[in-house]
């Protein structure tokens, strides 16, 4: 009886959505975290969503020589009144939970207490018509 081969497939992970929010001023206070979402989304702007398997490589694909490397980006970021194409302490990613997280300078950091979903007015209004200017 001849012995069957195994063949291991690896199996892809499966890929989340992260919604990409910029600070505004990316000088302020870590220190202070956003009280509510009506505080946050008063200090960020919303950049982009991106599709991947974890954090982490969700911030490697929002580095300027990764999303942006002939600097491409640089008129979308300036048109929204940014400084910084890439994600930076203190940007924030939003997961497929509705989980608010912020970007440290080694890691991630929950932001406790906004686990809420945005309001319906305003989901079809992040996008910049870039048209129109």
């Not at 686990?115 to 870039?130: A, F, S, T, V, Y």
């Amino acid at each position: 009886m001849k012995e069957i081969p195994v063949i291991v497939v690896e199996q892809e992970k499966k890929k989340k959505r992260f919604e990409i929010w910029y600070a505004k001023d990316p000088q302020f206070n870590l220190t202070e975290l956003p009280k509510n979402l009506g505080d946050l989304l008063s200090r960020y702007i919303w950049i982009t969503d991106v599709h991947t398997e974890d954090l982490g490589h969700a911030w490697r694909m929002m580095q300027g020589e990764e999303w942006s490397p002939n600097g491409d980006a640089n008129l979308y970021i300036r048109r929204l009144g940014l400084k910084h194409t890439s994600m930076s302490v203190g940007d924030i990613l939003r997961d497929e939970d509705g989980n608010w997280i912020m970007v440290l300078g080694l890691g991630f950091y929950t932001i406790p207490f906004i686990n809420q979903q945005l309001p319906e007015d305003l989901l079809g209004k992040r996008c910049i018509d870039l048209e129109r200017d």
